[in-house]
């Protein structure tokens, strides 16, 4: 990176200031708008600029479409930007300026910044590094104030005046503002003097007229007269000097009010603008402490090795000290581990049967229909290909979210490193659903496997589970509420089969530590099932929660089985600004039938990536490793997939340093896209269509449904004082069952102790709020199976509906349904329930 610098060279120090101060404000992950980029080169280094406020050096500017962005030699000087083709075009050709008083500054992303001055012109410039676009940044706002200021006093003064120096100006217009307060005292005292003097005056000439009626007519009538007049007369001069020095004061304030106005809008922005810079800051923290971690400075013949569209390689100008210093590296950036390529437009042209066939497995080949777009209009139960009529009219609304204020950092500040299941919340914090009803949310996109149900080929079924997995995440990217915790042996029912084929049931099986199990099975050909637990610590600045368990889905056609695990959701901004949800990790979908095999990659949102956000990569392979498909897409968004017709090594290194696969793939057709949110979802805890039902009351439900929760229902209803003292029953009531529990249970195994209480320890862990996770550690920090899933779990309860077995896939223990539920429901008889309400 070269020096484009300005008189003098800041500092380490000082440029992390004017990062501070005029850095990019930005708060959550960053817009998904992708812009066309300029292929970022190496630049010499550039000359030392004159001294003066001046700042010069190489930017790329946006010129079309066809040339892209061309490099150019900018100056800024005395409030303008300038540009030439050129160094040597400085002495007579410029090419474009534009005054930074009247001008907006913005940042796009890393690299990229736009100056506007309201349409007329608009600069799209992108900068070789992010340190250097914050020096043009910052020397941009810097030139901005002054040219404003500069205006201001022209304007208000009328000369055309050549400004001092920035310190001077500043010394200058603090003695100003003293100068006006003063004389603006002055003249409140002089309206004030003037007041008690017309008071004076005043009162003696109603005396004196009160004294001219009373007198005879006579000699002494000329005296009286002449008295009355000298008073009127001073009572003349005093009003006319009253109403001078009032005219006069008005003046004053008129003439320095434009100027006032101003100096208070530019105090406001500056305000607005350190207020975000703060915010900033603290999310900006915890992504450099990573990148300074993982940093890797490259050495200067490998700093940049971009190469222009043309293929010239541009000049290597010296790295100075500094830019190794402010230079980072993110680890976190390079998350892609191959690269697509458009295929030869042979593959397009070809006829043969077998580039067709395999084409034809999601419609790639030209002239013909995609698998997708025969299956919306072929499939009736697809949301865009009509509107299919419920048998129930679901709701469409739930009361709006209270605007009740609580400190969630006042709360938190003492529960860091503890598991979330740890810390007691009260209701402010959750949104009112359950645990089992978000799990049961992950069949929101349930037309993907209905979709994949359909399919000839593993490997085009592969792309629609792939995107189904994905699909279970763009329910969270906005939802920020923490779900309640279930109750042991709360259920969840979900029946859809009269509207979409499908029924879903979920049970807590395990308290200690919390795990719920899920089972689901469509009248159209697959089956669903999942046992999950939840790991989550809180460190501070974030929340990081790690779902354990697989999740199975069996075709019935087929026999397909698919496992696979979800990824990790990071909660940011706890401590300050705006809260936002990031999902990062890998999943490996897995055909245990035939091999094949689906690696996802969700990239981590980072500070320092020109990638799209929450972005979502993989590459479908059978089980010999050979390439077919290609994913891509974002989880809160929408998925697509490219058939790779060829693949070969040779691409740029990745940051293990080993070449990246380069596929060439047909035209991307689209797997899935996420539904809008309904309207008003931002007053409704940014629920979907799908969790604005799924604690609407129903009939001939179990009653342990989470529907029947009562504190739930309160927080629905937007009464959380009172869902705060119920819940705290609740859990009061689960403790009780759980100690009765534990004594019949020793009371079993040791007669001879019976009557006895409990030992200290286990005393201790059924008064804790909530599960305890000492045993969950240990064995997590080991590499073994949490408690829920290990052979050594002591909690002697049993679930209704879901019976511990060894999973014949995985090897692994969980629970699987052992039936019964719906013929529960169909008889109405739900003696065996506990009562746990």
């Given at each position: 990176?070269?020096?484009?610098?300005?008189?003098?060279?800041?500092?380490?120090?000082?440029?992390?200031?004017?990062?501070?101060?005029?850095?990019?404000?930005?708060?959550?992950?960053p817009?998904?708008?992708?812009?066309?980029?300029?292929?970022?080169?190496?630049?010499?280094?550039?000359p030392?600029?004159?001294?003066?406020d001046?700042?010069?050096?190489?930017?790329?500017?946006w010129?079309?479409?066809?040339?892209?962005?061309q490099?150019?030699?900018?100056?800024?000087?005395?409030?303008?930007?300038s540009?030439?083709?050129?160094?040597?075009e400085m002495?007579h050709?410029?090419?474009?300026?534009?005054?930074?008083?009247?001008?907006?500054?913005?940042?796009e992303?890393s690299?990229?910044?736009?100056?506007?001055?309201?349409g007329?012109?608009?600069?799209?410039?992108?900068?070789?590094?992010?340190?250097?676009?914050?020096?043009?940044i910052?020397?941009?706002?810097?030139?901005?104030?002054?040219?404003?200021?500069?205006?201001?006093?022209?304007?208000?003064?009328?000369?055309?005046?050549?400004?001092?120096?920035?310190?001077?100006?500043?010394?200058?217009?603090?003695?100003e503002?003293?100068?006006?307060?003063r004389?603006?005292?002055?003249?409140?005292?002089?309206?004030?003097?003037?007041?008690d003097?017309?008071?004076?005056?005043?009162?003696?000439?109603?005396?004196s007229?009160?004294?001219?009626?009373?007198?005879?007519?006579?000699?002494?009538?000329?005296?009286?007269?002449?008295?009355?007049?000298?008073?009127?007369?001073?009572f003349?001069?005093?009003?006319?000097?009253?109403?001078?020095?009032?005219?006069?004061?008005l003046a004053?304030?008129q003439?320095?009010?434009?100027?006032?106005?101003?100096a208070?809008?530019?105090?406001?922005?500056?305000?607005?603008?350190?207020e975000?810079?703060?915010?900033?800051?603290?999310?900006?923290?915890?992504?450099?402490?990573?990148?300074?971690?993982?940093?890797?400075?490259?050495?200067a013949?490998?700093?940049?090795?971009?190469?222009?569209?043309?293929?010239?390689?541009?000049?290597?100008?010296?790295?100075?000290?500094?830019?190794?210093?402010?230079?980072?590296?993110?680890?976190?950036?390079?998350?892609?581990?191959?690269?697509?390529?458009p295929?030869?437009?042979?593959?397009h042209?070809?006829?043969?049967?077998?580039?067709?066939?395999?084409?034809?497995?999601?419609?790639?080949?030209?002239?013909?229909?995609?698998?997708?777009?025969?299956?919306?209009?072929?499939?009736?139960?697809?949301?865009q290909?009509?509107?299919?009529?419920?048998?129930r009219?679901?709701?469409?609304?739930?009361?709006?979210?209270?605007?009740?204020?609580?400190?969630?950092?006042?709360?938190?500040?003492?529960?860091?490193?503890?598991?979330?299941?740890?810390?007691?919340?009260?209701?402010?914090?959750?949104?009112?659903l359950?645990?089992l009803?978000?799990?049961s949310?992950d069949?929101?996109?349930?037309?993907?496997?209905?979709?994949?149900?359909?399919?000839?080929?593993?490997?085009?079924?592969?792309?629609?589970?792939?995107?189904?997995?994905?699909?279970?995440?763009?329910?969270?990217?906005?939802?920020?509420?923490?779900?309640f915790n279930?109750?042991?042996?709360?259920?969840f029912?979900?029946?859809?089969v009269?509207?979409?084929?499908?029924?879903?049931?979920?049970?807590?099986?395990?308290?200690?530590?919390p795990?719920?199990?899920?089972?689901?099975?469509?009248?159209?050909?697959?089956?669903?099932?999942?046992?999950?637990?939840?790991?989550?610590?809180?460190?501070?600045?974030?929340l990081?929660?790690?779902?354990?368990?697989?999740?199975?889905?069996?075709?019935?056609?087929?026999?397909n089985?698919?496992?696979?695990?979800?990824?990790?959701?990071?909660?940011?901004?706890?401590?300050?600004?705006k809260?936002?949800?990031?999902?990062?990790g890998?999943?490996?979908?897995?055909?245990?039938?035939?091999?094949?095999?689906?690696?996802?990659?969700?990239?981590?949102?980072?500070?320092?990536?020109?990638?799209?956000a929450?972005?979502?990569?993989g590459?479908?392979?059978d089980?010999?490793?050979?390439?077919?498909y290609?994913?891509?897409?974002?989880?809160?968004?929408?998925?697509?997939?490219?058939?790779?017709m060829?693949?070969?090594?040779?691409?740029?290194?990745?940051?293990?340093?080993?070449?990246?696969?380069?596929?060439?793939?047909?035209?991307?057709?689209?797997?899935?896209?996420?539904?809008p949110?309904?309207?008003g979802?931002?007053?409704?805890?940014?629920?979907?269509?799908?969790?604005?039902?799924?604690?609407?009351?129903?009939?001939?439900?179990?009653?342990?449904?989470?529907?029947?929760?009562?504190?739930?229902?309160?927080?629905?209803?937007?009464?959380?004082e009172?869902?705060?003292?119920?819940?705290?029953?609740?859990?009061?009531?689960?403790?009780?069952?759980?100690?009765?529990?534990?004594?019949?249970?020793?009371?079993?195994?040791?007669?001879?102790?019976?009557?006895?209480?409990?030992?200290?320890?286990?005393?201790?862990?059924?008064?804790?709020?909530?599960?305890?996770?000492?045993?969950?550690?240990?064995?997590?920090l080991?590499?073994?199976?949490?408690?829920?899933?290990?052979?050594?779990?002591q909690?002697?309860?049993?679930?209704?509906?879901?019976?511990?077995?060894i999973?014949p896939?995985?090897?692994?223990?969980?629970?699987?349904?052992?039936?019964?539920?719906?013929?529960?429901?169909?008889?109405?008889?739900?003696?065996?329930?506990?009562?746990?309400?």
């Open positions: 990176m070269e020096d484009l610098g300005c008189v003098s060279k800041p500092s380490a120090l000082s440029s992390h200031k004017m990062l501070s101060r005029w850095g990019p404000t930005q708060l959550g992950p817009s998904d708008t992708v812009k066309p980029r300029a292929v970022v080169m190496s630049e010499p280094k550039a030392t600029p004159a001294p003066g001046t700042y010069k050096g190489w930017l790329f500017k010129t079309n479409y066809i040339k892209g962005y490099r150019r030699w900018f100056v800024l000087s005395n409030g303008l930007l540009y030439y083709r050129t160094q040597s002495g050709t410029c090419r474009g300026t534009i005054n930074l008083a009247t001008a907006n500054i913005a940042v992303d690299c990229n910044f736009v100056i506007s001055n309201g007329t012109q608009t600069y799209h410039l992108k900068a070789s590094s992010e340190v250097e676009r914050q020096r043009w910052t020397a941009l706002e810097l030139a901005k104030a002054k040219a404003f200021r500069m205006q201001a006093e022209s304007d208000d003064s009328g000369d055309d005046s050549t400004s001092p120096s920035a310190s001077q100006g500043a010394g200058s217009r603090n003695s503002v003293q100068s006006t307060l004389t603006l005292g002055s003249k409140v005292e002089d309206l004030s003097t003037c007041n003097l017309i008071a004076k005056h005043g009162s003696a000439l109603q005396r007229l009160s004294e001219l009626e009373g007198i005879r007519l006579g000699g002494e009538t000329s005296e009286k007269i002449r008295q009355v007049t000298e008073r009127a007369t001073l003349r001069i005093t009003s006319n000097a009253m109403i001078n020095a009032c005219r006069d004061f004053l304030a003439a320095h009010s434009k100027r006032w106005q101003k208070l809008q530019a105090e406001r922005e500056q305000r607005v603008r350190l975000e810079t703060l915010e900033q800051l603290a999310k900006q923290h915890n992504h450099l402490e990573r990148a300074f971690r993982g940093a890797t400075v490259l050495p013949s490998q700093s940049n090795p971009a190469i222009d569209s043309k293929g010239s390689v541009p000049g290597k100008g010296d790295v100075s000290d500094e830019d190794e210093e402010n230079e980072f590296f993110d680890a976190c950036e390079d998350v892609q581990e191959f690269i697509t390529v295929a030869d437009p042979k593959y042209r070809r006829s043969g049967s077998n580039v067709s066939g395999i084409s034809s497995e999601l419609g790639m080949d030209d002239g013909t229909t995609s698998l997708d777009e025969q299956s919306l209009a072929s499939n009736p139960e697809s949301p290909s009509q509107e299919v009529v419920p048998v009219k679901r709701r469409t609304r739930i009361p709006d979210k209270p605007n009740y204020s609580l400190n969630l950092w006042s709360i938190m500040k003492n529960c860091i490193g503890k598991e979330l299941s740890k810390i007691p919340m009260p209701v402010n914090f959750n949104e009112p359950s645990m009803q978000r799990l949310e069949l929101e996109y349930y037309e993907l496997l209905d979709r994949g149900a359909k399919c000839q080929s593993s490997l085009e079924q592969m792309c629609y589970v792939a995107a189904f997995t994905v699909s279970s995440y763009s329910t969270t990217v906005h939802r920020t509420g923490k779900p279930p109750l042991l042996g709360e259920t029912e979900l029946d859809r009269q509207e979409s084929g499908y029924r879903s049931l979920c049970e807590q099986v395990s308290h200690h530590p795990a719920a199990a899920h089972h689901a099975i469509s009248e159209r050909g697959w089956t669903l099932r999942q046992e999950i637990a939840l790991a989550s610590k809180f460190r501070g600045k974030y990081s929660i790690m779902p354990l368990g697989s999740i199975h889905c069996v075709f019935e056609k087929s026999n089985h698919y496992t696979w695990k979800k990824v990790t959701t990071t909660v940011h901004n706890i401590i300050v600004g809260l936002w949800i990031d999902q990062s890998e999943i490996d979908v897995v055909n245990h039938k035939t091999g094949d095999r689906c690696h996802l990659k969700f990239a981590p949102y980072s500070y320092f990536s020109r990638d799209v929450r972005k979502v990569t590459v479908v392979t089980k010999d490793g050979k390439a077919h290609v994913l891509s897409g974002t989880w809160d968004e929408k998925m697509e997939c490219s058939r790779v060829e693949s070969s090594r040779g691409g740029e290194n990745g940051a293990d340093g080993r070449q990246k696969t380069v596929y060439q793939t047909l035209k991307a057709k689209e797997l899935w896209r996420k539904t949110l309904p309207e979802a931002e007053d409704m805890y940014y629920f979907s269509t799908l969790a604005l039902t799924l604690n609407e009351p129903e009939e001939g439900v179990a009653p342990t449904d989470s529907r029947r929760r009562p504190d739930q229902r309160l927080m629905e209803q937007g009464r959380w009172e869902a705060n003292a119920e819940k705290q029953r609740l859990e009061e009531k689960q403790r009780t069952v759980r100690r009765e529990r534990d004594r019949e249970a020793n009371r079993s195994t040791n007669p001879a102790e019976e009557g006895k209480e409990p030992a200290n320890g286990a005393e201790e862990v059924e008064i804790a709020s909530e599960p305890s996770e000492t045993t969950y550690k240990t064995e997590t080991h590499g073994s199976h949490p408690p829920a899933y290990s052979s050594g779990h909690d002697n309860y049993k679930p209704m509906w879901f019976e511990r077995q999973d896939m995985t090897g692994d223990p969980t629970h699987i349904y052992r039936g019964g539920y719906w013929e529960a429901k169909e008889q109405g008889n739900w003696d065996s329930c506990p009562d746990i309400f």
